[in-house]
């Protein structure tokens, strides 16, 4: 079935550093990718977005390409502040299912000042 | 901007207990889910809702768990009588649509706790 893959976390990166969350996803089709963010004590908040293949999506300075050639949907951010430390959900919809959210194992990211 | 919101945001129950966690979705959205997340675990789809009826859910989704639209507003997620493994942060999700690129957006969840 579909899934995905994440790397493991905790991250911890210094104020400023550049930021690569891996992400690869196995599915049929043409799946949307999906970034999501949890900041510590809210709720799942959608991040960006990819619903065909070299689609890029991006927001808040995060930027993630839709790559089929490796199935692959990394997360990157040139300068990351203090304010970005939260959980990060790779995601995929899939075709075979118009309803359910696929969900990665979540990244731990922490920035220190 | 619109948003999903859920109560209680917390909750204890004794095992064998039934809990309800209620959500109201966005306003003119139609579709309508569950999800869950066991502590560092994955979240987890439960189960999606349209028109009054269940479209899909998972294996988890058993029959110790219920959904239901009592109104127009709310979005209901019943336990029928709680187990210890039903501990975890359950969410709600509702979007305007199901075509691919739909966005579902999530509540700030409802965390439960079974003794």
């Known amino acids: 079935g579909d899934s995905v893959t994440q790397m493991e976390g905790p991250v911890t990166l210094s104020e400023e550093a550049f930021l690569t969350i891996n992400c690869t996803y196995t599915?049929?089709?043409?799946?949307?990718l999906f970034w999501y963010v949890q900041y510590p004590g809210e709720g799942l908040q959608l991040l960006l977005k990819?619903?065909?293949?070299?689609d890029k999506g991006s927001n808040k300075g995060f930027e993630a390409t839709y790559r089929k050639e490796t199935t692959s949907f990394h997360l990157e951010k040139g300068s990351v502040q203090v304010s970005d430390s939260a959980v990060y959900f790779c995601?995929?919809?899939?075709?075979?299912?118009?309803?359910?959210?696929?969900f990665g194992s979540g990244t731990r990211l922490s920035i220190r000042p | 901007e619109p948003e999903v919101t859920q109560t209680p945001s917390h909750q204890v129950t004794q095992m064998g207990q039934e809990v309800i966690l209620r959500c109201v979705p966005i306003?003119?959205?139609?579709?309508f889910y569950w999800y869950r997340q066991i502590l560092g675990q994955k979240v987890e789809f439960l189960v999606s809702?349209?028109?009054?009826?269940?479209?899909?859910k998972s294996e988890i989704f058993d029959d110790q768990f219920s959904v239901e639209r009592p109104d127009g507003s709310n979005f209901t997620l019943k336990i029928r009588s709680t187990k210890l493994e039903d501990s975890a942060m359950y969410f709600c999700?509702?979007?305007?649509?199901?075509?691919?690129?739909?966005?579902?957006?999530f509540g700030p969840g409802t965390r439960l706790l079974v003794l």
């Open positions: 999700a509702s979007s305007g649509g199901q075509g691919a690129g739909e966005t579902q957006y």
């Open positions: 599915a049929t089709g043409y799946p949307s």
């Open positions: 990819a619903t065909k293949a070299d």
């Open positions: 995601a995929l919809r899939g075709y075979s299912s118009a309803s359910k959210i696929i």
């Open positions: 306003s003119n959205h139609l579709y």
């Open positions: 809702f349209y028109n009054n009826e269940i479209s899909e």
